[in-house]
């Protein structure tokens, strides 16, 4: 089972996406907000993420990688919640 720091992870993954789509600029502060989370909290995921290629951490955007993985995430969600519906 995934640790709640992984699943924290992932949730900043699609967080960044949606932001994205949403046209909002990302910061450490914007980021926080939207996860509920202490600002140094993302900074860190951030600088986690950015380790693993998957975010550009000083820029608080997703890599072309990262991009991939949020979207996977983002359509298996509205798959889930659709399933849920149905």
Known sequence: MENNEEK???RLLETLYEVGRADIQ???QVLA???DVPA???QE???GLDAQGLVDGARCRLSMQGL???VS???AQK???QSVAA
């Open 8 to 10: 924290l992870g992932w």
């Open 26 to 28: 990302a910061t450490p």
């Open 33 to 35: 907000t939207w996860l």
């Open 40 to 42: 140094t909290r993302v």
């Open 45 to 47: 995921l951030l600088a």
């Open 68 to 70: 991939v993985l949020a």
């Open 73 to 75: 995430l983002h359509g």
């Open 79 to 81: 798959l889930s919640s």
